[in-house]
T-cell receptor
Framework: AQKVTQAQTEISVVEKEDVTLDCVYE???????LFWYKQPPSGELVFLIR??????QNEISGRYSWNFQKSTSSFNFTITASQVVDSAVYFC??????????????FGKGTKLSVIP | GAGVSQSPSNKVTEKGKDVELRCDPI?????LYWYRQSLGQGLEFLIY????????KSGLPSDRFSAERTGGSVSTLTIQRTQQEDSAVYLC?????????????FGSGTQLSVL
């Protein structure tokens, strides 16, 4: 069984502050994919990033960066110099490479980020 | 538009009635997914279609829930004899081929309220 835990239910930051959203996962699979999605108030989940379990290279995309550490089963997401437009609910998700459940994304409960101007 | 389209955007129904929720995926996407989002349970997988067949329907919560997909395109999720616990946002997503590493494209969802 897969499990994704996002311990931070809600976070508030002042604009231009950096913020890190935590994601910890559990799986017995050796090969899997990790994802982050953003859900703005409009409701539509938007893909942000995908990471393979065998690729621990960190990634940076503009103000966004992701830190994947297989040893601690974590895939944390950092927003640098946050902006009001970053306000949304962010979901971390896991999908096995094969086998039962591989058609499904297992989502964390999400972290609601509010960026205050 | 070119995105995943869901209708209706909002549905209010009375307990015991049947409802149908529609999803129109991105043209050419063979994989289609239904998820349910509720305050208590978060985002839950319901069913996966590859073309018109459903290799994984393990997430359907009871036999009151069913889904079909016709012509490899539009999908309908049907809930019979609705209960108050069915109140949630029902999200549809599609992806090009159903690969495990593919990103999903989500619709804006149908907010279902069962009174």
């Amino acid at each position: 069984a897969q499990k994704v835990t996002q311990a931070q239910t809600e976070i508030s930051v002042v604009e231009k502050e950096d913020v890190t959203l935590d994601c910890v996962y559990e799986t017995r699979d050796t090969t899997y994919y990790l994802f982050w999605y953003k859900q703005p108030p409009s409701g539509e989940l938007v893909f942000l990033i995908r990471r393979n379990s065998f690729d621990e290279q960190n990634e940076i995309s503009g103000r966004y960066s992701w830190n994947f550490q297989k040893s601690t089963s974590s895939f944390n997401f950092t927003i640098t110099a946050s902006q009001v437009v970053d306000s949304a609910v962010y979901f971390c998700a896991l999908r096995p490479y094969s086998g039962a459940g591989s058609y499904q994304l297992t989502f964390g409960k999400g972290t609601k980020l509010s960026v205050i101007p | 538009g070119a995105g995943v389209s869901q209708s209706p955007s909002n549905k209010v129904t009375e307990k015991g009635k049947d409802v149908e929720l529609r999803c129109d995926p991105i043209s050419g996407h063979t994989a289609l997914y239904w998820y349910r989002q509720s305050l208590g349970q978060g985002l839950e997988f319901l069913i996966y279609f590859q073309g018109n067949s459903a290799p994984d329907k393990s997430g359907l919560p009871s036999d009151r829930f069913s889904a079909e997909r016709t012509g490899g395109s539009v999908s309908t999720l049907t809930i019979q004899r609705t209960q108050q616990e069915d109140s949630a946002v029902y999200l549809c997503a599609s992806s090009p081929r159903g690969g495990r590493n593919e990103k999903l494209f989500f619709g804006s969802g149908t907010q279902l309220s069962v009174l």
